[in-house]
C-alpha cells in the first residue's frame, strides 16, 4: 500500500516511522466502522405522550353578552304648574315616596289673594243675577197688562242671560284660582325613588318645559328595565341570523361585580328596524326588582338566552390554537399520528370552545404537549385519566416501538 524509497546507507532508520503510520491507519479505519454501526443500531425516539379527549356531539344554549344600560320602568319629571318663590322642600332626598305625596311648597300668599279676588267677582255676579231675575219677573206682569212694551220686557230678558253668563265665569275664576293655590303644593305625580331636588329654598320657580320649572324626577324601579343593541355581525351568531320575541327564552344580567343577578328577565320591546347611523337593533328587557337591587344607569352585561344549538362539540380552551389561517385543534389520526384539524369555533361555555364545525364524533383531539407537536409525528395518546394517575404517583407504561422477532434474536 505505501512505497517509500529508503535512501541507500539508511535501510533501518525509516521502519520505525513505517510501522507508526501503518498501525494509525488500522485504528483509524477500525474506529469509522465501529461508529457507523453504531449510529445505524440507535433506536427511534419513543411516540409523545399526549393527553386526548374523544369528541362526542352535545348541545349548549346559544348566548349572546352586550353591555345594557338600565332604565326605570317609568321616570317621571315633577314640575311646578304655577310661579313663585320655593318655601321649602317637603321630602327627603333619594327616599320612597307615594302617588300624591307632597314634595315642595310654593309661597301661597299671592294665590290665597287672587283666590279671594275670584271669590268676590262672583259674588258681585251671583247679585246682578238675582238682580236681573228680579227686573224679568216685575217687567213681565207689567207686559201682561200691557204697561209696558214687548222690547223693554226683552231687554230685560237678555239682562238676565248675561248676568248669568258673567256668573258661570266668575264661578269658573274662582275653580281656576282654587287649582293654582293648589299646585302651590308640588305632590308626587307616581310612586317611585325620588331623585334630588334641582332647585333650593328661595329660589323662584316658574312655569314652561324648560328647567325652570324642573324640580327633581321620581323613577320606578320594579320592574327595572334594560336597553341594549345588537349589531348585525352579532346576530349572525344566532341560528336564523336574527333575534324575536319567540327566539329569545330570557335574558339574564352580569352585575358589575361580575356576579349574576338572580332573576332572569323577558324581551318586551324591540325595535322593527336597523339604526342607519350605528348598524344596530334596539331591544330592551324588564326585570323584576323588588328589593332594588338595581338602580337606573347602571351599566351591565345582558346575556340572551336565544334557545340551543345541537350537534356542536366543547374542546378545552388550551387546545384551541389561533393562527393566521384561522382555529385549529391537533387530533391523533386512526395511525397515532399527529394531524391539524381547523374548526370553526363558537363562543365559550366555562373553560370550554364551542365548535361549530370541523370535528368529527369519535375524534381524539390532543389537549396537552402542544407546543412539541409536528403534523405527521407519532403519538402515544392516553385518555385524561390515565395523566390523572400518573400524577398520583402511578406512573403509566411507556410506549415502546414494536421491534421484530428476528432484531430481538439478534
Not at 500500500?1 to 483509524?28: D, E, H, N, Q
Not at 324648560?210 to 320592574?223: C, F, K, V, Y
Not at 318586551?268 to 350605528?278: E, H, K, V, Y
Not at 395511525?335 to 369519535?362: F, M
Request: charged content about 20%.
Amino acid at each position: 500500500m505505501f512505497r517509500t524509497r529508503i535512501p541507500p546507507g539508511r535501510p533501518f532508520r525509516w521502519r520505525p516511522l513505517l510501522c507508526s503510520l501503518a498501525v494509525l491507519v488500522a485504528l483509524v479505519s477500525g474506529c469509522s466502522k465501529s461508529g457507523g454501526d453504531a449510529l445505524k443500531a440507535t433506536p427511534a425516539p419513543p411516540p409523545l405522550p399526549v393527553t386526548v379527549i374523544a369528541m362526542q356531539p352535545t348541545h349548549v344554549p346559544v348566548t349572546l353578552e352586550v353591555m345594557a344600560q338600565t332604565e326605570g320602568a317609568k321616570e317621571t319629571e315633577v314640575r311646578a304648574q304655577v310661579g313663585g318663590i320655593l318655601v321649602k322642600r317637603l321630602y327627603e332626598e333619594g327616599a320612597a315616596v307615594k302617588a300624591g305625596q307632597p314634595l315642595f311648597q310654593i309661597d301661597r300668599k299671592p294665590y290665597n289673594i287672587a283666590l279671594a279676588q275670584a271669590r268676590a267677582t262672583l259674588a258681585e255676579a251671583k247679585a246682578k243675577v238675582e238682580q236681573a231675575v228680579r227686573e224679568e219677573a216685575r217687567l213681565r206682569g207689567l207686559l201682561d197688562k200691557n204697561y209696558i212694551s214687548r222690547k223693554a220686557y226683552d231687554d230685560a230678558v237678555s239682562d238676565l242671560a248675561m248676568a248669568r253668563a258673567v256668573q258661570q265665569s266668575a264661578e269658573a275664576a274662582v275653580g281656576k284660582a282654587e287649582l293654582n293655590l293648589s299646585y302651590t303644593t308640588v305632590t308626587a305625580p307616581v310612586a317611585g325613588i325620588s331623585r334630588r331636588a334641582l332647585k333650593s329654598e328661595g329660589n323662584l320657580i316658574a312655569t314652561g318645559s324648560g328647567d325652570e320649572s324642573l324640580l327633581t324626577s321620581i323613577h320606578q324601579s320594579d320592574p327595572m328595565w334594560v336597553r341594549f343593541s345588537l349589531s348585525e355581525s352579532d346576530m349572525a351568531r344566532l341560528p336564523g341570523g336574527r333575534l324575536t320575541q319567540k327566539t329569545v327564552t330570557g335574558v339574564e344580567l352580569k352585575l358589575p361585580d361580575d356576579s349574576t343577578y338572580p332573576l332572569k328577565g323577558q324581551l318586551n320591546f324591540l325595535a322593527s328596524s336597523i339604526d342607519p347611523t350605528l348598524g344596530t337593533q334596539q331591544f330592551r328587557a324588564e326585570f323584576k326588582n323588588p328589593d332594588g337591587a338595581l338602580l337606573p344607569g347602571q351599566f351591565v352585561r345582558a346575556r340572551i338566552l336565544a334557545g340551543e344549538r345541537e350537534g356542536v362539540f366543547l374542546v378545552p380552551q388550551a387546545a384551541v390554537t389561533q393562527t393566521e389561517q384561522g382555529h385549529l385543534v391537533y387530533v391523533a389520526d386512526t395511525d397515532n399520528k399527529v394531524a391539524p384539524r381547523p374548526v370553526k369555533v363558537g363562543p365559550w361555555q366555562g373553560k370550554n370552545w364551542v365548535i361549530y364545525d370541523g370535528l368529527q364524533a369519535g375524534d381524539q383531539v390532543i389537549v396537552d404537549n402542544l407546543i412539541k407537536l409536528r403534523p405527521g409525528a407519532p403519538v402515544a395518546p392516553h385518555p385524561p385519566q390515565a395523566a390523572g394517575a400518573a400524577t398520583d404517583g402511578k406512573s403509566a407504561p411507556a410506549a415502546t416501538p414494536s421491534t421484530p422477532p428476528a432484531e430481538r434474536k439478534g
